[in-house]
């Protein structure tokens, strides 16, 4: 877990074929509620065709100064980078170096796909940092979070992971910050050759367990993979496939990932709201954490609260659930107030965290 | 696997709120029959409250010298440890000299708890050998057992694992030999942020997986985490929740796990026979491993028993039955007693082992 | 996955207690239609009693050249080798030696079990190297695959895998290559006392992951374990427990290895059958190419087709099929005809792959 509000890591092509070719990229950098994703990924690899990238970067150069400045998430585009195709990594670089020159104070960071071993990642950290000295950007204000989709990459994860305490104190770095770990499933299952005999694709646990711990262990975000089955068919009817998607964010939640990637607005929905405390979570945790502190006070170190054996471990996890609805209730006051009474919110707001 | 027999890892705590503060203490250490765990662990860290520690650390030096004697098990006291409170590892430091120097020779070892990286658990190794040399104890007598509960843990698990290797067999050492890796669910869940929507905790098999191997290649004992769902409730009656946590222990046993925590005696009870072979097993395996010898002097390298292709390979597994079967009865007669004939068991004693 | 058809790794004994103590040899390398084996293994290990093992290596070395030349597969003898037993691993040695030797030019490489640490490998890599050079074969004309099924080598996994890339261009290399990691569940399960409390093994779920992931980091081959309850008795009929073994192939083409560990013609034909596309499978995903090639001419990057989102990563996996059906197809002809109707093959022959 980090402390740092990712639920929801939302892909958005540049440019499409249509009258309005900016129309998805758009409605991201506007949406509002629960539809506005915590991480805004305008995508410049496989979500846009060859050839709308060049009007894909337009657009993009052309709407950040428009509604970067009101949007309430983070903002991080995603470029072409591939660690077995010199020229898609070249093209990378310009685009880079075009987005930081034209709109890098717009911009969090930058998401690169398909990087190999770890020395693939830190030229990529490298190249953005380049490009914040040459337009003359405050070190460090664009950080870079990398797709794990290659079989390098996670054979290298944990001194990937690594990069994440890289920068030093004194602004010393010649390189970027790594700020976030993303699962790319589809491309990983490419490369491992895994088969998809009914259509369903193996879910990579002991993959999405190591994710989780190296971005613990290095604090960065760490993000599950798309959803693609957007719509399923039954008996003649196509519908939108919710429960699916719920039960991967779910998943992805119980292993400690901190967001899930969506390719829709209703899938931005639903990971916001899954990622969020329910009700009657919070009501639990914040009652446990005050009858332990009661217990606490007449000194015993653990006590069985309806039937479970509390202490100072398991309180932890209860001060999790309260740390993520204050910080939602911070941010995202009107997603706080559709979920939460206000008297809950009150005495979750009155718990001391570490 | 470990050629060293750790049923159970029973904690309890050193005081609790009671006009006799050490009861769970003495009961522990006066366990019988099933309920004496195999590895009995007087706990001064997050079992007892911070205001009871003083009075746990006298009542474990005054209870030591009295029963662990007469202890069937190993004792080892956990302390307070913490990667990332150095005020918390000062007091670690300190409750490590009171034991050694107090009770150093009723303790087979030492649990530290929150390690993090290999640095950290070296440091731990070191404290304990230096204690060691500080009030004259035989060097090595005291061993570590570490709980791997923190990302950084986990990321190191490979390196933490080495450890296990770390005593020259001059005697030249500077530093503890580890001697086991333990699962602590409870904070490492918490550090990853993995939620509980439903009460469940994420069961993380892929680190349990690691940690098996870590230990078994490097002759340590591994142990799964606490169960702490100790009672259930349901239509209005709570009970003891026995088949729940037979589950776990089920699982653990698996995963190669040499034991289970426990935190009842109810459950080291349950422990102590899940982590033992049943009659039915032993005698199945016995009578494969005799039928085998047979197949193999006639000139078989792989035999067919029972539909089951029987090999040198497969043999191994039949062994470990034997091996633990046989290790129980020479520590524990009145439990194997319990559960074995007397041809059962003299047919397991007459197998030739490796 | 690997550009390299190992669907099936059958191995069989070299001399059995029979009359015709090479019938299983034999009948390997004379298999035809889907009984025979992309790689055929000759078991010198454990597959063959200690008294045979002569009279197998006499039965080895005189069956290669009178079979090998029409062998559809590639023939790699599995020798004696232990990282804890000197004696075993110089048997070995001297088996290697006599296979170089007197049949090196009939041998693709040769199947070594029981690696401890990466060091362990590279001494196995460097004895065939040496026996290459000492009997004048052409350098790099016999490969290792080695038998993951220690926790040592679990644990080295990283970089034993390295070792597949190990070999350099200019020739100048003093050790062998590579060429496949396969898994050993029963010596596996028995180092790590995992329990088989109702005769089910544990399945290793994070190793499978972890050993599909290093060979394709490193191009090298991955194979699953044996499935050794060749048959199942219920209701007092035995039979061939040919669902039992079909899932666990499933399970191991999800996961991406290439192929799996046959140790009977039935298995053989059930893994060659598993981990060749269906026909069904082949026209989906030869469609989905042709639909996407369509889509992307118009100017779209990603595109839904039947509920799913295919964009270039998508078409990877698909890709993956027709390459696999082509290369069946070239090797196999017999097979691929026996499968699919020409026109859905002369579709998947049409399109391009990278």
Redesign the interface.
């Known amino acids: 877990?980090?402390q740092r509000l990712c639920r929801t890591f939302q892909t958005a092509?540049v440019a499409?074929?249509s009258d309005d070719t900016a129309k998805y990229l758009r409605s991201g950098l506007t949406a509002s509620g629960f539809q506005a994703p915590d991480w805004l990924v305008p995508?410049l690899e496989?979500?846009?065709?060859?050839?709308?990238k060049e009007e894909g970067m337009e657009n993009l150069l052309a709407l950040l100064p428009e509604y970067a400045p009101e949007f309430s998430g983070e903002i991080l585009p995603r470029i072409e980078w591939a660690y077995d195709a010199p020229a898609t990594t070249e093209r990378g670089h310009e685009q880079i170096d075009r987005i930081v020159e034209n709109a890098g104070e717009h911009v969090d960071g930058i998401v690169v796909p398909k990087v190999g071993r770890v020395g693939d990642v830190e030229s990529a950290l490298s190249a953005v940092a380049d490009a914040e000295r040459e337009y003359g950007l405050p070190q460090g204000s664009i950080e870079v979070a990398v797709i794990v989709?290659?079989?390098?990459a996670?054979?290298d994860l944990?001194e990937i992971?690594a990069l994440g305490n890289g920068r030093s104190e004194d602004g010393s770095d010649t390189t970027a910050r790594l700020a976030g770990l993303v699962f790319?499933p589809?491309?990983y299952?490419?490369?491992?050759?895994?088969?998809?005999?009914d259509?369903d694709r193996?879910e990579?646990?002991?993959?999405l367990?190591?994710l989780?711990?190296?971005a613990?262990?290095n604090d960065v975000v760490a993000v599950g993979g798309?959803f693609?089955?957007?719509?399923?068919?039954r008996a003649g009817v196509?519908f939108y496939?919710g429960s699916a998607y719920a039960e991967q964010v779910?998943r992805e939640?119980?292993?400690?990932l901190?967001g899930s990637w969506s390719?829709h607005p209703k899938q931005t929905t639903q990971a916001n709201r899954i990622?969020m405390p329910?009700p009657d979570?919070l009501e639990r945790d914040v009652e446990k954490i005050e009858r332990f502190a009661e217990a606490?006070a007449?000194?015993?170190?653990?006590v069985?609260i309806?039937?479970?054996?509390?202490?100072?471990?398991?309180l932890?996890?209860f001060?999790?659930t309260v740390w993520t609805a204050r910080v939602i209730a911070d941010r995202h006051p009107e997603q706080a107030e559709a979920v939460y009474d206000e008297a809950l919110l009150e005495r979750a707001r009155s718990i001391e965290l570490r």
């Not at 693609?228 to 068919?233: G, K, M, N, T």
């Not at 007449?298 to 653990?302: D, P, W």
């Open positions: 877990m980090t092509p499409v074929a995508d496989d979500g846009t065709a060859p050839a709308k989709e290659t079989a390098r996670r054979s944990r992971g790319g589809v491309d299952t490419a490369e491992l050759g895994g088969r998809s005999r259509g193996f990579w646990p002991a993959l367990e190591a989780s711990n190296e613990s262990a798309p693609d089955r957007l719509f399923a068919e196509s496939n779910e939640a119980a292993v400690g901190d390719l990622h329910t979570e606490k007449s000194g015993t170190g653990a069985s309806d039937g479970q054996m509390v202490d100072e471990a398991t932890k996890n001060q999790n």
